[in-house]
């Protein structure tokens, strides 16, 4: 029994567009399983897979308000390509952010709603990851963080400190999940999300209660009877657990 | 992958339609937009093949004994419909016939079945033969069976 991350699902007032946006950003084809949907994946994608974390695009009414504490972080293989993948993502609508990283190697842009996201400087770590190097979650304490979401997936946590944790699929591939130490405080619901599935013939309840009591929460966002079940980590942060896949 | 209708201007005129269709179904218990071209409508709720999130749409059909007949046509797109998608991933779905609604099993009709239905569709409803000609792929056609008695 476990659980692993397969996709993230970020809220926009225009999922078509933001979904639009980041396919040509990734490189990555572009879906819809219906209206108010958009999903994206690497073309030819056998999904789920954990060479990829995939993308859903969810429509919903209200707007963006406060920095995002999920965030995703684009690998670059050499300052070139970094200075290119900028510009190429600025004429496809993004915009330079100030979330007050001063000066940085990488880069932070906005997407068309906003959405802050960073393009990286070249490092070896995130040499083999895809386009996405690492879905980054903001939090107050990175090392209850491992702890929680270590044991809720089979995800292996590569290093701890105090400042950040980093983990990895079980198979060593694909993007990195890390979670940055930040002062900001949770103030809002985060508008991206993680999505965790079952592998095929476990049983998604079983996973749930024991993610209750590794120290998640249930949260009611309004969702109703649904195939999903909705959770929040020890820090808040929300995330679903779908159906086995 | 790609665009499933010919511009995206048309393909957002279809959503907004379907949109609105959709909602004045749900309004009106299907009093009103309950035929589309002369043909009863039901509303089709599927399950999104990766969000798992629910999806309706609006949906001529024809009957077939107790079950219901209907069309991947996506008006001759080369790309079945979102929701046949999603039905061939989870065929358990949710159809809604004026203010009768409940759950009902999806399922595509293949050789025999389909041949004779696809001429009894160009009997009844030839313009589906049009949408044919414009796509290779074969247009599926979907028997929706309820899964529970009725009232």
């Known amino acids: 029994m476990a659980l692993r991350l397969v996709q993230i699902a970020m809220n926009a007032q225009d999922d078509s567009a933001v979904g639009r946006f980041w396919a040509e950003a990734l490189g990555w084809g572009v879906d819809s399983e219906g209206p108010g949907v958009t999903n994206l994946e690497p073309v030819g994608f056998a999904y789920p897979d954990p060479t990829a974390i995939c993308i859903d695009v969810i429509a919903v009414p209200e707007p963006k308000t406060v920095k995002n504490r999920v965030h995703v972080d684009l690998a670059t293989t050499s300052a070139a390509h970094q200075a290119d993948l900028i510009a190429r993502l600025q004429d496809l609508g993004a915009t330079p952010a100030d979330v007050g990283q001063g000066d940085v190697p990488w880069t932070v842009l906005a997407d068309p709603e906003g959405n802050e996201f960073c393009v990286l400087e070249p490092r070896s770590i995130y040499r083999d990851t895809g386009p996405i190097a ?4 903001d939090c107050a304490n990175p090392r209850a963080m491992a702890r929680f979401w270590d044991q809720a997936m089979d995800w292996t946590l590569h290093e701890v400190t105090d400042d950040y944790a980093v983990l990895r699929s079980a198979k060593g591939v694909g993007p990195y999940l890390e979670f940055l130490r930040t002062p900001d405080v949770k103030t809002v619901k985060n508008r991206t999300h993680l999505d965790l599935r079952p592998y095929p013939g476990d049983d998604q309840t079983a996973e749930v209660v024991r993610l209750r009591a590794l120290g998640a929460t249930d949260i009611d966002l309004g969702q109703g009877d649904v195939p999903w079940t909705c959770l929040a980590d ?7 657990v779908l159906t086995p896949r | 992958m790609g665009e499933a209708l ?3 201007r048309q393909a957002q005129a279809l959503k907004a339609w379907t949109r609105f269709h959709r909602w004045v179904y749900q309004r009106t218990s299907g009093k009103v937009l309950s035929r589309m071209r002369g043909k009863p409508t039901l509303l089709l709720t599927t399950t999104g093949r990766r969000s798992g999130r629910p999806h309706t749409v609006p949906l001529p059909y024809l009957a077939d004994g107790d079950a219901m007949i209907v069309i991947g046509s996506a008006s001759g797109a080369e790309r079945h419909p979102a929701w046949v998608l999603n039905l061939i991933a989870n065929p358990r779905v949710t159809v809604q016939y004026l203010a009768d609604s409940g759950p009902a099993n999806a399922e595509i009709l293949a050789d025999g079945e389909r041949k004779a239905m ?3 569709i ?3 409803a030839p313009w589906y033969a049009g949408y044919q000609q414009r796509t290779s792929r074969e247009i599926p056609l979907i028997r929706l069976t309820r899964t529970q008695p009725t009232d």
């Open chain 1, 134 to 137: 690492a879905v980054v979650v």
């Open chain 1, 234 to 240: 020890p820090e808040g942060n929300e995330f679903d």
């Open chain 2, 6 to 8: 010919p511009s995206r």
């Open chain 2, 118 to 120: 696809w001429e009894r």
């Open chain 2, 122 to 124: 160009n009997v009844e």
